[in-house]
């Protein structure tokens, strides 16, 4: 590898003479003083970075020492690189197995630095020649890396931002669970002199979250890139639903790593496919994988079924029934047909209510969902009602398996419940209530929207509205306006369109509800008219988590 001996002969010199504030302004040069200060200040010169390909690690070991640099440095996986290269070059990205190592090189003034040398080891006529050659040619992945001083998501997008201004095109990155830390990849300026094509800016922790918005501006450069992700949006689904079916979530820990033959044993799967899976979940952030084996990101801990507000059954609702009908959107787009009743010849209503192991599924995923509920207990009109001298009564219209109208009892002792349900939904429901303790302050009545109780003083109407059309939400709150004393509150929670157009969880939502029960999702001013026509004024919204909002209405 005399080639790869030369090219990191240099890095390790370039390293040593480079001080922070010069290498920022030969790779930018457009930076003016202030700008310079506030790079300086928040970013340091970490490390240059190269690709090398030792026909077996003794050859990398000699190089390492020749060029002064400890060769016991310890190495761990690259998963940024490895995936890079399986898509640079259409290859199983189990067959790369790229290793990071960091010698410790002395910069000006004494400063720790290093140099990140990559590795992929290619034996003499591997197949993996051609990709040594191509990458020694181009140099894709040599770079220049700054460490984010006290990374937070603020400093993080101001610093993207002044790269990008200033010509640095995003090229990437990702987050390396192995050392947990986000790397933001540029290409350089065309006026950069820094002599790299690339830079990174590297941010210990968890920072996908800002990565992601990162992420979007690589794409728009990428459009083919871009359109075949969202194409294999499919495969996602899929494979969280046979994550959650198999229920390798409750099989795996999030503390320490269990390797993929004990975990095939436990869930019963073969164990070169369930590694397969593990591996694109990985990539999704869902697992992680460590020395051991695999374990669970606190985002796959959500799809265990023993955990508070597990997402397991909506897994499984999604990639199932669901999953199924949204195959028939073309159909619905075309005929204005609701595709789950053109697939399953019946609404999903009447369907789930003929299978109840589905019925009790979909109160389960609609449960899954309760996180947009934690602040209605604390809601204006909640808390004045716990605070009137007699007890007040909230009656919950549709509530499900009484999820909601249990947190509220829960957190007011003073509160009365009544629940409206299917007949076959309030068993659960008195279940979950008398198991919470506070069962024998709620009632239940059987029935449907013509059965609302009269005399409540609180009134909620949660995720209903959006499973029907404009005329039969008119009749529900024609129902519910009747039942209400002058004097009472009604609460519609619900995912409100985003009237500017602006990103949003309600838009999702409103074509899988066109798709599946008809029914849509509606921006504030329309369910302000829909109000309206049942005597009933919205007075005030508030948001909630997941993109919800809780709308206020009174007579």
């Known amino acids: 590898m005399p080639g790869d001996a030369t090219r990191l002969r240099t890095a390790v010199e370039f390293v040593r003479e480079q001080d922070t504030a010069g290498l920022l302004s030969l790779l930018l040069p457009g930076l003016d003083g202030v700008e ?14 190269l690709l090398v390909f030792p026909p077996d690690p003794q050859a990398l070991h000699a190089v390492l020492t020749d060029c002064g640099l400890a060769a016991d440095a310890p190495s761990l996986p690259s998963v940024v690189v490895r995936d890079r290269l399986a898509t640079r070059h259409t290859r199983d990205a189990a067959q790369l ?7 410790a090189v002395t910069g000006p003034d004494g400063e720790h630095r290093t140099v990140e040398v990559f590795s992929l080891t290619v034996p003499p006529g591997s197949p993996l020649a051609d990709i040594a050659e191509h990458e020694r040619a181009l140099q894709h992945e040599a770079h220049l890396a700054f460490e984010v001083v006290r990374p937070d998501p603020l400093v993080l997008r101001g610093l993207c931002a002044v790269f990008a201004r200033h010509g640095a095109i995003p090229d990437g990155g990702g987050y390396n669970p192995h050392e947990d830390g986000t790397v933001f990849y540029f290409a350089a300026p065309a006026d950069s002199k820094a002599g ?13 979250d800002v990565f992601a918005a990162h992420l979007d501006e690589h794409r728009a450069r990428q459009p083919a890139e871009a359109l075949l992700r969202l194409m294999t949006g499919a495969w996602t689904t899929q494979a969280l639903a046979a994550f959650a079916q198999l229920r390798v979530p409750d099989a795996m820990d999030t503390d320490r790593g269990v390797g993929v033959e004990a975990l095939a044993q436990v869930v019963g799967a073969g164990s070169m496919n369930l590694a397969t899976l593990l591996r694109y979940l990985t990539m999704l952030g869902v697992v992680t994988e460590d020395a051991d084996g695999f374990r669970l990101s606190g985002l796959g801990a959500l799809l265990r079924a023993d955990v508070p507000g597990s997402m397991r059954p909506l897994a499984l609702m999604y990639g199932g029934p669901f999953y199924q009908s949204f195959a028939g959107l073309g159909h619905t787009v075309r005929t204005g047909q609701v595709a789950f009743d053109h697939y399953f010849g019946e609404n999903h209503f009447d369907y789930f209510a003929r299978h109840p192991e589905l019925a009790e599924l979909f109160d389960q995923s609609m449960a899954a969902g309760s996180r947009m509920f934690e602040p209605l207990p604390v809601h204006p009109v909640v808390l004045a009602a716990n605070q009137a001298p007699t007890p007040r009564t909230v009656v919950d219209v549709a509530g499900g398996n009484g999820e909601l109208l249990g947190r509220i009892l829960a957190a007011h002792p003073g509160l009365r419940g009544v629940l409206l349900e299917r007949p076959h ?14 069962g024998d302050r709620c009632t239940y009545q059987a029935g449907d929207f013509s059965d609302v109780p009269p005399g409540g003083d609180i009134y909620i109407l949660s995720r209903v509205l959006h499973d029907w059309d404009d005329e039969r939400c008119r009749e529900i709150l024609r129902h519910i306006s009747h039942a209400m004393p002058a004097h009472a ?3 519609i929670v619900e995912r409100v369109l985003p009237a500017d157009g ?34 009933l004024t919205l007075v005030g919204s508030s948001p909630l988590p997941l993109d919800g909002s809780v709308l206020h209405a009174r007579k």
């Open 36 to 49: 310079l200060r506030a790079l300086v200040d928040r970013c340091r010169f970490a490390h240059a970075a």
């Open 502 to 535: 602006s990103a949003s969880l309600a838009t999702s939502w409103d074509l899988h509800m066109m798709c599946n029960v008809g029914g849509r999702e509606r921006r504030a001013d329309h369910y302000a008219q829909l109000l309206g026509d049942a005597q």
């Open 196 to 208: 790299y094509q690339r830079v990174e800016l590297y941010a210990h922790g968890d920072h996908r």
């Open 489 to 491: 509150d009604l609460l």
């Open 97 to 103: 197995e790229v290793r990071i190592l960091r010698p």
């Open 425 to 438: 939904v309030i068993e659960a429901a008195r279940q979950l209530l008398d198991a919470g303790g506070y």
